[in-house]
């Protein structure tokens, strides 16, 4: 059980296109889902919380503009990436917890490798 | 905001060695989470300590949780070549804080 999908596991694309990234739960229902960013051999960043039928919460530094994050059910998370730059390359990893509250473990999805060109 | 200290960064040992993990917090913290990612994979929840002086042992690996909840510790006994990855602690909360995370290589 607590399984988080989440695809593409690779994407290659050109400066200025705009990337989409989908984070699922497959068998349990989340009402908080979180983004992060993480950079070959560094820890896990957290971008910003998301948070199912209302606006996401964004970590200090990160654009919200640049990373838009939609949690329109219980079971789907996105996160676009707008207008994506050679700088905006990197490893990209959702998670999710199967109880609601704080102190809860994270399952994580696979991870989004995204190169820009 | 809370940052949970993780050392060392690297550390290569030859098989059958004992390799262990430290973080450590200036301040108290509620509980600390460990996480193993492998090469390539994404990280995976190992444990979670709540208790002042917490010990859990999952076979070959032993979690420790100080005294003063301040810090914690990840021993592997008799490494494996499946043991490598990298090794994350997290303090949990409305959203995970994570270490720096300790790169474990392992020579046969």
């Known amino acids: 059980g607590a399984v988080v999908s989440q695809h593409p596991s690779w994407v290659i694309c050109k400066s200025g296109t705009s990337v989409k990234i989908e984070c699922r739960s497959l068998d349990f229902q989340a009402t908080t889902m979180f983004w992060y960013r993480q950079f070959p051999k560094q820890s896990l960043m957290l971008m910003a919380t998301?948070?199912?039928?209302?606006?996401?919460?964004?970590e200090q530094g990160v654009e919200k503009d640049k990373f838009l994050i939609n949690h329109a059910s219980l079971t789907l998370s996105t996160l676009t990436v707008t207008s994506a730059h050679p700088e905006d390359s990197s490893f990209y990893i959702c998670?999710?917890?199967?109880?609601?509250?704080?102190?809860?473990?994270?399952?994580f999805g696979d991870g989004t490798r995204l190169s820009i060109l | 905001g809370q940052q949970v200290m993780q050392i060392p960064q690297y550390q290569h040992v030859q098989e059958g060695e004992d390799f262990t993990t430290y973080c450590n917090s200036s301040t108290t913290l509620s509980n600390i989470q460990w996480y193993k990612q492998r090469p390539g994979g994404h990280p995976v929840f190992l444990i979670q300590l709540v208790k002042s002086g917490e010990v859990e042992k999952q076979k070959r690996l032993t979690f420790q949780f100080g005294e003063a909840k301040k810090n914690s510790s990840l021993h592997i006994t008799a490494t494996q070549t499946t043991d490598v990855g990298t090794y994350f602690c997290?303090?949990?909360?409305?959203?995970?804080?994570f270490g720096a995370g300790t790169i474990l290589r392992v020579k046969s």
């Open positions: 997290a303090e949990g909360g409305n959203k995970l804080v």
């Open positions: 998301s948070n199912e039928g209302s606006k996401a919460t964004y």
């Open positions: 998670s999710a917890s199967v109880r609601q509250g704080s102190n809860q473990p994270q399952h």
